[in-house]
C-alpha cells in the first residue's frame, strides 16, 4: 500500500512539474520568436497565454506594408477597471499549483486520515463516534484541509467582487489578497468565538462536535470547490458567469449539508436552551455578514 502511495506521490510530482514548466516554456523568446512575436513590447505585461493571443492577434492584424502602418490608439480604461490591465491568470496559475501540492502531500502523508474525513462526512453516526473516541490522530489533516478550503472561498469572494466591481479601485492581485484575508480572518474570528462560547455555555461538548462537523464539512467542500474554479480562471469556452454559478450553487448546497448538520448536532441545545442557540445565531451567523456589509457601505 505504502508503494502504491508512493508512485502515485511520484506521478502528482511530475504532473505539476509539466504544468510549471509549459508555463516557463510559454514566456520564452523562443517561442515567442515562433509565434511571430518576435520585438514586441509588451510593456512589462504577464506572458500567460491570454497575453500570447491577444498581441498576436493584434500584430496579425497589422498590413504587411509597414510604412503604411498606422499607429492603434487603444481608448483609456477608467480608473475603476485598472486591475484589468493585468492578467491575474499567472498568479492564479501558481496558486493552484500550491494548493494541489499540499493536497497531494496530505494525501500522501496522511492517506488513512483523508479516507476518514470523508466517512465522516457522509455519517453523521461515524462523525460523533469519532468525536467521542478522540480526534487527534487527524487532526492535522483536517486542519490543512480547512486552510485549503479558507484559501479557495478567498478565491471565490475575489471573483464575486471582480465581477460586481467591488473595490473596483484595487489591482488584481491586491483585490485577491484582500479576498482571502477577509475570508481567513472571519473564519478564524468565528471559530474563536465558538471555541470560546463552548467553554462559557452549558453545553460543551455539543459547541465542539459541531465544531467538528464543521470542520470536516469545510475540508470536503474545498476538494469539491477546486474544479469549478480553475475552470472559471482558465476556460474560455463557456463564460464565466456560468462557473461563478456553479461554484455559488456548490457552496449553498453545502451550507444546507452544514445546517442540517447543525440541528442533528444541537437538537438538545434547542430544546433546553433556546435563548442560548437564538444568541448564538445572532451574534455568529447574522451580525458578521451586517457587519461586513456595514464596512463596505462606509468606503
Known amino acids: 500500500m505504502k508503494k502504491l502511495i508512493n508512485r502515485k506521490y511520484h506521478w502528482w510530482l511530475l504532473f505539476l512539474c509539466l504544468m510549471i514548466g509549459s508555463q ?42 509597414h510604412d503604411d502602418i498606422v499607429q492603434i490608439v487603444e481608448p483609456e480604461k477608467p480608473i475603476s477597471n485598472s486591475r484589468n490591465t493585468r492578467s491575474d ?12 501540492a499540499f493536497y497531494g502531500y496530505i494525501n500522501w502523508q496522511y492517506g488513512g486520515g483523508v479516507k476518514a474525513i470523508r466517512r465522516f462526512f457522509i455519517s453523521f453516526r461515524l462523525s ?16 490543512a484541509s480547512v486552510v485549503n478550503t479558507s484559501i479557495l472561498l478567498g478565491v ?7 465581477h460586481f466591481e467591488i473595490f473596483s479601485q484595487l489591482n488584481y492581485w491586491q483585490l485577491l489578497i484582500l479576498a482571502i484575508g477577509l475570508t481567513c480572518l472571519l473564519l478564524v474570528i468565528k471559530y474563536l468565538v465558538q471555541m470560546l462560547l463552548s467553554y462559557t455555555l452549558p453545553e460543551t461538548d455539543t459547541i465542539q462536535f459541531y465544531v467538528y ?18 475552470l472559471l ?5 463557456i463564460p464565466s458567469i456560468y462557473w461563478l454559478l456553479a461554484a455559488l450553487i456548490i457552496i449553498a448546497v453545502f451550507v444546507v449539508i452544514l445546517a442540517y448538520r447543525g440541528i442533528l448536532v444541537s437538537r438538545k441545545l434547542i430544546q433546553f436552551y433556546p435563548f442560548h442557540f437564538f444568541l448564538y445565531l445572532c451574534a455568529l451567523e447574522i451580525a458578521p455578514v451586517l457587519v461586513l456589509w456595514s464596512i463596505y457601505q462606509t468606503l
Open 213 to 230: 462537523n464543521k470542520m470536516l464539512i469545510y475540508s470536503v467542500l474545498g476538494v469539491v470547490l477546486l474544479p469549478p474554479l480553475m
Open 89 to 100: 491568470h499567472t498568479i492564479l496559475f501558481y496558486l493552484y499549483c500550491a494548493l494541489l
Open 128 to 143: 460523533r463516534q469519532s468525536f467521542e473516541e478522540g480526534i487527534s490522530e487527524m487532526l492535522l489533516p483536517l486542519i
Open 233 to 237: 480562471s482558465f476556460s474560455s469556452i
Open 156 to 162: 471565490f469572494i475575489y471573483y464575486f467582487f471582480k
Open 24 to 65: 516557463t516554456i510559454a514566456q520564452s523568446p523562443i517561442l515567442l520568436k515562433e509565434l511571430g512575436l518576435e520585438g514586441v513590447e509588451l510593456e512589462e505585461k504577464i506572458l500567460d497565454s491570454l497575453t500570447i493571443e491577444q498581441e498576436r492577434a493584434k500584430w496579425q492584424n497589422l498590413p504587411n506594408n
